[in-house]
């Protein structure tokens, strides 16, 4: 764990803000730190550090902000995490950058604007599959947990008002013991100006605690995967089918899961981290330029039986309230490495001189460092720590046979779609054939996997079990890492450069293309 602070005598310890919604592992977590609690009556009002809310802040307080100081959110990001606003973005990049790249969101309708397109598509869809059903979900565009979902077949079904989206049920899921399932993946934006995208490389997978049921579209615990849902229902405390007790994995137990039935979790993990750059890339360039903030944004990601990566949603202020097991395990370090990262790049800023956006707004770190100290920290820190846009390239052989050695090459793509359980070793002793045979769809060849130039730092933090992956070109590629927090945007000098300066969208979706294109030749 890096410290907060750099070593030496007189320093006064980080003070953190904090108000009523602040949750509670947040406050722990800090004080553990050695954080002290902002005290109103104590202390000046601009005597904190870090302000860690769970609304949004106003303009004034974002403009306010003084150099030492850091907020939890930026403004006018509620254009990702508003059900509404999300679709109507992404559907914007689709026709400006073509579908291919942009079809990882369900096609998607605001209601009730696009009532009629909604009916003509059902009405469509009802003449092209015959007796077949279409599945549909209405959902509120925003804040749900549990208000008014509806699944539906029959368009006699469908009730909505102003704040609902009508949007395609993903009907093939991923099946883990037949159970429904989806990921979610926490990403942490500490800039739009410049776009700066780190990935947590742990997270939580949420089950429902039903059997998945297509001929019961009422019920909810087979079909929704809120944990807020499903903690309430008679299914929970059971030990279930694969999936045992409760309702939620962390993502590492899943990935090893998978990677138990040959399924390439690398490359699953390439496609989500594609999902999101490209996601957030959709708002970047209406953010409003704010100095010295941070977003923590949960990624809802449903995982279907072909292996490909659907957003259901994008969450603002994810829950971290801690119910079970996962939940410890997950979201006490997800904000220890979140400070850490915060920390460490306001030290990168002050370090390159690096101002964040705006001409002649403050880099900015948490603790006020004077030089002298800064620098000694700085060189403490492993190199890779620090974002180095130097000519960084990977002709080193030994690194290269290295990151090989890290990514095994004789996975297959393939993917069973209902994985009941880990009965690999005893079938292969055995060699009977499985009682719930894995559905194997979108079957591909196996491929040769592009070295991630994170595997190179990944293997010397030996963190985690997640396959590190960040969509990569040839090798220039800046690194920085701060606890399972990966970046992953910009990912090589030609996306660097185009975030500097004024977002080049357009530039980046080309490189971005390119990269998806080198995995499909793969
Ligand atoms: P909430 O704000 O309640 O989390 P979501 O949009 O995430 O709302 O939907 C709740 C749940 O419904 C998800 O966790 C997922 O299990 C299911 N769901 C949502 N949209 C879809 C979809 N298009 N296809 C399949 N399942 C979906």
Redo the contacts with the bound molecule.
Sequence with gaps: MVEDRPPGPILKPPVFHVDDTTPEVVQSVLLERGWDKFDKGEQNVEDWNLYWRTSSFRMTEHINVKPWQRLNHHPGTTQLTR?DHLARHLKHMKRMYGTPLYEFI?L?FIMPNDYNKFVAEYFREKHVLGAKHS?W?C??A??????G?I?FSDIKGLLFDDTYIV?????N?LLVGRY???LRIYVCVTGFKPLTIYIYQEGLV?F?TEKFDLSNLQNNYA????S??NKSGVSYEKIKEVIGHGCKWTLSRFFSYLRSWDVDDLLLWQKITQVVILTVLAIAPLVPFAANCFELFGF?I?IDDNLKP?L??V?FSPALSIDCSADISVKRKLIHDTIELIYLQGLRNERTGCRDGAKGSHSVSLTKLDVGRFNKVCSALPCESLLQFTSRTFKDESAVKKAIKICPENKHASQPREMTSRKKDLLLSTREAPKTKPKLKGRRSPHKKIIPFMSLIQSRADKTSISPCVPLDNGKVPGLQAGNFVLIFPFNEATFGASRNGLNVRRIIQKLQKLKNKQHSH
């Excluded at 925003?142 to 208000?147: G, M, Q, T, Y």
């Excluded at 949007?167 to 009907?171: S, T």
């Excluded at 079909?223 to 809120?226: D, E, G, P």
């Design positions: 059900q369900p998607t599945y979900i959902k509120p925003e804040l749900s947990h549990r208000r979902i699944i949007q395609k049920y993903i009907c899921p429904k399932c989806d949420r429902a079909h929704l995967t809120n807020s849902i809802d449903l659907w259901l949603e969450n």
